[in-house]
Every structure is written in structure tokens, then in C-alpha cells.
């Protein structure tokens, strides 16, 4: 099935990145006083994005085919620490607080790409 705007799908694949990433960070700062608990992340977007495979969607059997792609089942990565503590836990909370204002952002970025995209969908329906 070809998709009429895809820009909708990427940003949907996305907001689900976004909120994978924001489950770890949660995570992290739960576990900021566990002892050797080890601070994960998930990979950039883009990084993801790369290794997925995604490509064009076909409207033309001579265009390439699109992959699967899941932001789901983007594994977590153990990252380097700012500091670790004599417990061994490697959880910074200033920089998990960064983290999920870089995510807050990314959310409210990709709501202004939907609102003004649906805008100019809806105009050219309005004729």
C-alpha cells in the first residue's frame, strides 16, 4: 500500500523512537540510586533511521521498495557516563534531565511539522 503523504509515517516512526527513549530515561532516573545499575540510550534517530533500510515508497515499478522498519526493536545501548559513583552506577541525573529536554523538544518540533503540514493538506482540499 503506498502512503499518500509519508512525511506522516516518518513522523509517527519517530514519536515512537521518542518514546522508547523516554521509557530509558525514565528508567535511568528510577535507578539512580541502585547500585551498579548501568545508564542506557538508544541510538540517534538518524542513526536508526540509516541502519533501517527505509527507503522511497513505490508509486513506480521502477522505484526501489520500501523496508520495514520498528523503532521498537531498536535495542538499548549501555552509553559512557559523566561520572560514576563509588556503587558503580553510571547515572548522571543532570545529564538524563538534558536527555529528556533534547526529547521534549523533538515531541514539540515534530507537532509543529504535523500542524503546518496538515494545514496546507487541508487548504489544498478547500481548493
Do not use: C
Not at 543532570?94 to 529536554?101: D, F, L, S, T
Amino acid at each position: 500500500m503506498v502512503e499518500p503523504v509519508y512525511l506522516f509515517d516518518l513522523v509517527e516512526r519517530q514519536r515512537s523512537y521518542l518514546s522508547a527513549r523516554q521509557a530509558l530515561v525514565a528508567q535511568n532516573v528510577a535507578n539512580a540510586n541502585s547500585p551498579g545499575y548501568r545508564a542506557v540510550d538508544l541510538a540517534p534517530f538518524t542513526k536508526v533511521l540509516d541502519q533501517s533500510g527505509l527507503q522511497m515508497s513505490e508509486t513506480n515499478s521502477l522505484h526501489v521498495q520500501s523496508a520495514a522498519f520498528d523503532p521498537q526493536a531498536a535495542s538499548p545501548k549501555e552509553r559512557t557516563a559523566w561520572e560514576t559513583t563509588v556503587s558503580g552506577n553510571s547515572v548522571s541525573l543532570e545529564q538524563e534531565m538534558i536527555k529528556a529536554g533534547e526529547i521534549r523538544g523533538a515531541f514539540s518540533i515534530d507537532t509543529s511539522i504535523l500542524k503546518a503540514f496538515h494545514g496546507m493538506w487541508m487548504a489544498t482540499l478547500k481548493g
